[in-house]
């Protein structure tokens, strides 16, 4: 009977587990999602739980680009009590020790809301503010209440202070500088040391609340975030993201005594983004949220100074936070399950010709990828040592990156790209070409040959009859992806293969209209990944590089190894110069370089005008700006293919993120291009391709080692290369269109484009400008037509699409 109980007990586990592999769900980066137990609905980027002393309730703080909120659950029963607004928040959240009140960081507003708890429900009662709001500079993050005392400590992360404040008076007592980004802080039991994360100093700060002072440091890894205090209190747990650890820092001797590797491998490179940590009921289980890996990892620390890996726990995508109650394992799911079409893009009307709603509208959720993937709350109890197993394979399952993958590529003997880094490659000089915001069916939706829905297209043949010719004479690439959601990201992906989480959490609070800067493309250290962008790996694996545009800001480099490795001359962010005249700047240093035999091996280019200026009175209409870009990327390549370097090189065009359309596939997907003699003819690709399997293209060809486990994973673009080359050039197609074509209605639309800021990239609010542009190519009274949902899937190459 024993027997035939464990074999039923088996039986049933791998009945579980199966069901779970066939609900996999299939991100359109190449990873998967099987998360395990319940859930409910989240906001908008859930980024923090906070537990009510009681236990009783759970509260999360949704800190997205679209509407922000808190919301209330009951961890008892797991039902969401209450759900309310909040106009500016960012992660801060804490509950009082008698659970009668609720504290939230108000974001950009620069104060903290204090919310009254009645009859389960939240009940603004008042606001503490810590200086004026945005544009000044403060922005609360973490917070602790020492109740006994009526004193409040707050975190910074853009002044990079402790804000002392006491509840009595509401006033703040005292102000005192950290010196770097701060994420949260927690008080230990006896409330007389504040812990300190720095997430911008690699660091702990220890501050006394006695003698009201910094009185110790203690280094840890890099971005360190979310904290937990074991319950004796000598322990403290850091979360690091971009190390992919956990240090232990030991209380009592104030130093690390233990470095967690929170990764599925050891030695991982960076792309686990490990965010958040919590300890069990009994102190005994270490929880690990690793957002980027999709996954909780799970540690035995009951022996101080032992601790033991025990597995790893699939949740869904994105996980920000983990906190355990009682038994239950609550974890908050950033981006919720899945990624999605968005048909409807940004623009949730059917028809009506002004801005708001009209009587007779057919109004629809706005679709725009900013805000389009709202979080899930996962929970579940303690898993045992059997289901953990179960659970670990999943996860694995779940993962394409593994460190064979860091040396050895999918591809086939005699292909161009090769399979292991350092082969060689005939391949010798890389244009790589980044293009702002579309999506796929909005420019290739009319192509026959591919996935498109001609609905959608907004700028077709007629506008960009080069990029249709470069699809048909080269690869038209119909099942391509971007890791990114906007640009504030995608630049970071593009160039190097990751966006951290100092990045993910902060840009959709700008991109909402809340405050906040603009700190991708190098202009923040925080921002910056771990071991830098594409031209820091070159550097480091002795590859020659050169940028035109690219982190390249007003005619000077945003990143010191970009110095003396950029065109001076070449205009980066600036829609009042036509990129046809930005590939004319390229000319004259390329054919320098050339003559000088000093061409590098990877050359980076900003190529921008496809993102437009909206209906902007008396600047060029979407239809011109597109068809500049459209022309500026033909006559590149065919003055390429005319060159004496054409036999050895290879240019790839990809659009840094699709935020600005609609797509009846994925939000994610977007237009990418391949060109050279190498590059097959002809030929459509429909392989499921990313971001990053383009980066892993060009570093095989380059020989240099993937830069995160996102490109390491990723799929090498090698079925679009053939090894018989074909060196005939390239004939840019003539212009279809009048670039000279300007806007000069006056509507509600060109009103609402003056409104826009379009001096740098990605300052102006992308849900209202793609209305902008659909209204503008579509017509203002143009109806959207009715949805058709498609799920996501990895379609293979037809047999009669192969050479």
Known sequence: MKHFCMALVLFVSLQAGAQQVANRIQLPNGWSL?????????????????????????AVTNNGQSTQSIQLIDAVHHTILDNIEIPKSWLGLQFSSDDKYLYASGGNDNRIMQYAIVHNKLQAKDSISLGEPWPVKISPAGIAVDDAKQLMYVVTKENNSLYIISL?????????????????????????????????????????????????????????????????????????????????????????????????????????????????????????????????????????????????????????????????????NGKGFTSMPNRYGPNPYDDGTDMGFQKGDTKHEVEYIGGLFKGTLSYFPNPTAEQLGNYSRLVYNNTPYNKTAELLAAGEPGNPIPMKIGDASPIKHVFYIIKENRTYDQVLGDM????????????????????????REFVLLDNFYVDAEVSADG????????????????????????????????????????????????????????????????????????????????????????????????????D?????????????????????????????????????????????????????????????????????????????????YVAGPFVKRGFVDHTMYSTTS??????????????????????????????????????????????????????????????????????????????VIWKAVKGENAVVPAPKRAAFVQLSNKKDDDD
């Open 592 to 672: 320098s370089l050339v003559a000088a035999n000093a061409l590098p091996q990877l050359n980076t280019l900003r190529i921008i005008n496809d993102h437009t200026e909206g209906l902007s009175k008396g600047r060029p209409t979407p239809f011109a700006h597109c068809a500049d870009n459209d022309l500026a990327i033909g006559m590149f390549i065919e003055y390429l293919s005319k060159s004496p370097v054409w036999k050895e090189s290879v240019v790839f065009v990809l659009e840094d993120d699709a935020q600005d359309g609609p797509d009846h596939v994925d939000a994610h997907r977007s237009t990418a």
């Open 448 to 471: 026959p040959e591919g996935n498109g829905d001609t609905s959608l297209c907004l700028f077709g043949e007629k506008i960009t009859p080069n990029l249709h010719a470069i699809s």
């Open 168 to 332: 009595r008076s509401k006033k703040t007592l005292q102000v005192i500088p950290l010196g770097a980004e701060a994420f949260t802080c927690i008080l230990n039991a006896a409330k007389t040391n504040l812990y300190i994360s720095l997430w911008g100093g690699d660091k702990v700060l220890v501050f006394n609340t006695l003698q009201q002072k910094i009185t110790g440091s203690v280094p840890v890894g890099d971005n360190p975030n979310d904290m937990c205090l074991s319950k004796s209190g000598q322990y403290l747990y850091v979360a690091n993201a971009n190390d992919n650890s956990v240090s232990v820092i030991d209380l009592k001797k104030l130093r690390v005594t233990e470095t967690l590797n929170a990764a599925l491998y050891a030695k991982a490179i960076p792309g686990s983004t490990t965010n958040s940590v919590a300890l069990s009921a009994d102190n005994k289980t270490l929880y690990i949220a690793n957002a980027d890996n999709n996954c909780l990892a799970v540690y035995d620390v009951s022996i101080p100074g032992s601790s033991k890996s025990k597995g790893f726990i699939p949740v869904g995508w994105y996980p920000t936070c983990v906190r355990v109650v009682g038994n239950t394992v609550y974890v908050a």
């Open 34 to 58: 099987s998360p395990v137990g319940n859930s409910l609905p989240l906001g908008d980027l859930p980024l923090n739980i906070a537990v009510s002393s009681s236990k009783k309730l759970i």
């Open 491 to 590: 630049h970071n992906w593009s160039m190097g293969g990751y966006a951290n989480d100092y990045l993910e959490k902060t840009w959709p609070t700008s991109y909402g209209g809340r405050g906040g800067n603009y700190d991708a493309e190098g202009n923040r250290a925080i921002a910056n990944n771990k071991g830098g962008f594409i031209w820091e790996h070159c550097a480091r694996a002795g590859i020659s590089y050169r940028t035109y545009g690219e982190f390249a800001d007003d005619y000077k480099p945003n990143l010191p190894i970009l110095k003396n490795h950029f065109c001076t001359y070449y205009t980066s962010w600036d829609q009042t110069v036509r990129d046809t005249t930005r590939v004319g700047q390229w000319k004259r240093d390329f």
């Open 694 to 771: 383009m980066l892993r293209t060009m570093e095989l060809i380059l020989g240099m080692p993937p830069m995160s486990q996102y490109d390491a994973a990723a799929v090498p673009m090698w079925r679009c290369f053939t090894a018989t080359p074909n060196y005939s050039a390239f004939t840019a197609k003539p212009l279809q269109w009048d670039i000279n074509e300007k806007n000069t209605k006056e509507n509600a639309w060109q009103r609402k484009s003056e409104t826009f800021d379009f001096t740098k990239e990605d300052r102006i609010p992308d849900r209202e400008f793609t209305e």
